[in-house]
């Protein structure tokens, strides 16, 4: 168990998970903005939420990355190898996860659950099956 190194597999799932994050929100704040971003247009003051929200879940997402990514590697048990699912449990404890922070999402964004469905499995792909694979990239390449 190296932190760096986990921390650095956590750095690039959650980045991966933020960047398509913030080119999917977007797309969908140009095509369909919610009101509150259509009356900051009206007034002009649009720019610094939407440069927030990005640059606030990009870093949101990243942070999310690197503490599963050390949980991940705390509930791997000895000399892993490249596997679809490496860690049943880990998978379960993120999967969890997505579902409770998933749910009241799902609840204020009724009208996208289409959006929030995408992003909980891509959380699910990252996350659950990317992010060990990364933590036992690094790990063996020691």
């Known amino acids: 168990m190296t932190p760096a190194l986990d921390i650095l597999a956590g750095m690039l799932g959650g980045m991966i998970m933020g ?9 969908l704040f140009t095509f369909n903005p919610p009101r509150v971003l259509l009356k900051r247009i009206e007034r002009g003051r649009a720019v610094n939420l939407v440069v927030a929200i990005a640059g606030g879940a990009l870093s949101l997402w990243t942070m999310i990355g690197v503490i599963l990514a050390l949980i991940a590697d705390a509930l791997m048990e ?4 490249f596997s679809l699912v490496p860690n049943v ?12 922070a ?13 959006h929030v469905a995408f992003w909980a499995l891509l959380a699910v792909v990252i996350y659950g099956l990317l992010m060990p694979n990364l933590v036992i990239a690094l790990q063996n390449r020691i």
Not at 19 to 27: I, L, N, P, Q
Not at 78 to 81: I, L
């Open 89 to 100: 449990t880990y998978l379960g404890l993120v999967m969890a996860g997505i579902i409770a």
């Open 78 to 81: 000895g000399d892993k190898g």
């Open 102 to 114: 998933g749910l009241p999402v799902l609840f204020a964004m009724r009208d996208k659950w289409q």
């Open 19 to 27: 960047m398509t994050f913030a080119g999917h929100s977007a797309v």
